[in-house]
C-alpha cells in the first residue's frame, strides 16, 4: 500500500498551457505540504495545508494554486506553465505537531519546453 | 527565522569507511532536527530526526547522528560505508512554527567507492 501517491509521475508540457498534479495520502494524516525541488536538488516549501486549510503559502507566484478537497488530497494546480517552473514537486504528509515526521511522495518531474 | 547548512555538496567515500555528513543548523527556538535520505528517482525517505529527548540519535541503516547545541549541528555518521548508501542526504529543521514547516539544507551527494 503506497502512503503518499501522486499523479503523474512524469508531466511534459509546452509553455503556457494549465497542468495539474494529484496527491493522496492514506496515512490518516491531518497537514499535506507541496515541495519543489528545483534542477540543483534544493528543497522548498510551497504550500501546507492542515484539515483542508491553507496554513502556509511561501512566496509563490499566484499561477500555482492549490487545492484540498479532503484531508486525503492535496491536488496543485499550476497555470500558464513556465520555463523556470520545470522542477520535481514533492507532496508530503504528517501528523500535526513539528516533532512529527513529513512522508513523501514519489515526486512528479514537470518539464516545461 | 531558520535555516540548514550541509558542509559538502559531494562527499566520497570507499566501502567500509566511516561516512561523516555534516550539517549546521540556525534557530531563533529549540529545533527538531531531521535527516532524510532519497535514492534516484524517489522521493524522500526518513532516516532519523531529533525532537529533545536524547541527543545521540539512532536511525535506519545502521546512521546516526548527535546533537550538539553549542555547536548548532546535527550530523550523520555511519561506522561502515556500504554501496547501497550512495544517494543525497538531505538535513532539515523545523521551529514548530504553524504548519510544521521543513527547512531543508542544500543536500550532500554520498558517492561509495568499492
Known amino acids: 500500500d503506497t502512503a503518499v501517491s501522486q499523479t503523474p509521475k512524469y508531466l511534459v508540457t509546452q509553455m503556457g498551457n494549465d497542468k495539474s498534479i494529484k496527491c493522496e495520502q492514506n496515512?490518516?494524516?491531518?497537514?499535506m505540504y507541496w515541495y519543489k525541488q528545483d534542477s540543483k536538488k534544493f528543497l522548498k516549501i510551497m504550500f501546507s495545508?492542515?484539515?483542508?486549510?491553507?496554513?502556509i503559502n511561501e512566496t509563490v507566484p499566484n499561477r500555482f494554486s492549490p487545492k484540498s478537497p479532503d484531508k486525503a488530497h492535496l491536488n496543485l494546480h499550476i497555470n500558464s506553465l513556465e520555463l523556470g517552473d520545470s522542477a520535481v514537486y514533492f507532496c508530503?504528509?504528517?501528523?500535526?505537531?513539528?516533532?512529527?515526521?513529513?512522508?513523501f511522495g514519489p515526486g512528479t518531474r514537470l518539464t516545461v519546453l | 527565522a531558520q535555516s540548514v547548512t550541509q558542509l559538502g555538496s559531494h562527499v566520497s567515500v570507499s566501502e567500509g569507511a566511516l561516512v561523516l555528513l555534516r550539517c549546521n543548523y540556525s534557530?531563533?527556538?529549540?529545533?527538531?532536527l531531521f535527516w532524510y535520505v532519497q535514492y534516484p528517482n524517489q522521493g524522500l525517505q526518513l532516516l532519523l530526526k531529533?525532537?529533545?529527548?536524547?541527543?545521540l540519535v539512532k536511525g535506519i541503516n545502521g546512521f546516526e547522528a548527535e546533537f550538539k547545541k553549542s555547536e548548532t549541528s546535527f550530523h550523520l555518521t555511519k561506522p561502515s560505508a556500504h554501496m547501497s548508501d550512495a544517494a543525497e542526504y538531505f538535513c532539515?529543521?523545523?521551529?514548530?512554527?504553524?504548519?510544521?514547516?521543513?527547512?531543508f539544507g542544500g543536500g550532500t551527494r554520498l558517492m561509495v567507492k568499492p
Open positions: 508530503a504528509s504528517g501528523a500535526s505537531g513539528s516533532w512529527n515526521e513529513q512522508f
Open positions: 495545508y492542515n484539515n483542508k486549510e491553507l496554513i
Open positions: 531529533y525532537t529533545s529527548a536524547a541527543t
Open positions: 496515512l490518516g494524516h491531518d497537514t
Open positions: 534557530s531563533s527556538v529549540p529545533p527538531y
Open positions: 532539515a529543521v523545523s521551529e514548530g512554527n504553524a504548519g510544521n514547516m521543513l527547512t
